[in-house]
């Protein structure tokens, strides 16, 4: 992530202009192997609740440090919040 950028609140990677961040961390989802991996609907829905979440910035959970679009891609996968979002 570029230090000089601003961060990007309520954004994945994906849709805050860190294009190369996000295609190591496409590669790397697409490198799981298939049994650890969530189903691109669970996927979404993941991602669709970390949009809408004050702790998101710049595609980082502020309560983990993740990636939220590598932590949403595992299974057995959770959301560090308090109020468990997912
Ligand atoms: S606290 Fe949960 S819902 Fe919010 S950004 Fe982090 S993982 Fe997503």
């Known amino acids: 992530?570029?230090?000089?950028?601003?961060?990007?609140?309520?954004?994945?990677l994906q849709e805050c202009g860190e294009q190369e961040l996000f295609e190591v961390i496409r590669q790397r989802i697409a490198a799981m192997p298939p049994a650890q991996k969530a189903d691109p609907e669970l996927y979404e829905h993941r991602l669709s609740l970390c949009k809408r979440c004050e702790e998101l910035v710049s595609g980082t959970c502020r309560k983990c440090g993740c990636y939220v679009e590598l932590r949403a891609a595992k299974k057995g996968g959770c959301c560090p919040h308090e109020h468990k979002r997912w």
């Open 1 to 12: 992530m570029s230090m000089s950028r601003k961060p990007c609140r309520l954004c994945l």
